[in-house]
């Protein structure tokens, strides 16, 4: 079935976040939260005075600076190379993303989309809308089936006579063999769409008379080129503009995904990376001391802590076992008493 296309009515509710898919707002937000840690974490080891305070001013002070950072509009002073590194890369990737992101925003919001004017044949029946066909053509009789009325379908004698039809409103949708849909479509590109689903109704065929030789070789010679491809070959060099008209109708997802800004974001994170690790191992270095002691008293308490259980627990198997050891004194007690008499009885 081929109809009219008609723009698209769009939806004007978070068209903005649509511009990117949700993968790729998770992974620029993280992104934008591991710089600013990374950043303040070296910042605090070199001593700036921006970056220090008590903890909640910190943990503020770090979330604000992440938001500040993607509009340049940071107050904290950078000393170290090595922020000033990681928030450059971090900077150009937010170039790029916010370049993709007004150029492709832009495009959702002007580019006209368009849609078929008719989806499917029940809204036909439903609107008692006319509908168009080849003149004499075997299609008319399934149109019938389809409940069609008869006064309803109009008969077009050429193929240059469908778009004066569509236009006047003498019919709403045209409906074709596939081969003469593509040529339609390949002639008439702009304005007209395949819409709905298709219907297997019969095809095209050769005739022979009875016993004629052709009929094997034609069948061989038919099968052969179905088989290598070339009747599709044929249909994209000599149908391609039909093209046109099917991608149109088609709606694609225009959000935009992580994968074409992996480059970027993958040098960003290997900076950040590195810059993380080697203010670790500064921090380690700096508060050695400090944390020396504090493992060598967890040390000690652990080490105080395992010898009281030990202590416990063999004090526990000591005392079960002279529990055991005296019952058995005791009971053995008895036993000699009773040898002892009747010894002296015989």
């Not at 600076?65 to 950078?78: A, D, G, K, M, Y």
């Not at 609107?127 to 069609?148: H, P």
């Not at 391609?240 to 994170?269: K, M, Q, R, T, Y």
């Amino acid at each position: 079935m081929v109809v009219t296309e008609r723009p698209r009515l769009k939806k004007t509710h978070f068209i903005v976040i649509k511009a990117f898919k949700l993968k790729l707002w998770m992974l620029l937000a993280v992104m934008s939260m591991s710089t600013g840690v990374v950043i303040w974490l070296n910042e605090y080891v070199n001593d700036n005075p921006d970056f220090s305070g008590s903890f909640p001013q910190l943990i503020g002070s770090m979330l604000w600076f992440s938001v500040t950072v993607l509009s340049f509009s940071q107050r904290e002073l950078i000393r170290s190379n090595l922020s000033r590194l990681v928030l450059t890369t971090w900077l150009c990737v937010v170039v790029i993303v916010t370049a993709c992101f007004t150029a492709l925003l832009s495009s959702i919001m002007t580019v006209p989309r368009l849609e078929p004017s008719v989806v499917n044949v029940d809204y036909l029946l439903r609107t008692n809308a006319a509908v168009g066909c080849n003149n004499k053509s075997f299609i008319i009789k399934y149109l019938v089936n389809l409940q069609f009325k008869p006064e309803n379908i109009k008969q077009i004698s050429s193929i240059n006579d469908y778009p004066n039809a569509f236009e006047k409103g003498e019919i709403s949708a045209a409906f074709f063999v596939v081969p003469h849909a593509k040529v339609f479509l390949a002639k008439f590109c702009k304005g007209y769409t395949k819409s709905g689903p298709v219907y297997k109704l019969g095809g095209f065929g050769f005739v022979f008379p009875k016993g004629s030789p052709l009929a094997v070789d034609i069948s061989e010679a038919v099968l052969k080129v179905s088989q290598s491809g070339e009747i599709r070959q044929l249909e994209e060099q000599m149908l391609i503009s039909s093209n046109c008209s099917s991608s149109s109708a088609v709606e694609h997802d225009p959000g935009l995904g992580p994968e074409l800004f992996s480059g970027p974001l993958l040098i960003s994170a290997v900076i950040c990376g590195i810059v993380f690790l080697i203010s670790i191992a500064r921090l380690v270095r700096k508060h050695w001391l400090y944390l020396s002691s504090i493992i060598a008293n967890s040390a000690n308490v652990v080490l105080r802590w395992a010898s009281l259980v030990l202590t416990q627990c063999y004090t526990r198997i000591v005392g079960s076992r002279s529990v055991k050891d005296s019952n058995n004194v005791i009971e053995q007690r008895p036993n000699n008493q009773q040898n002892v008499e009747i010894t002296e009885v015989f």
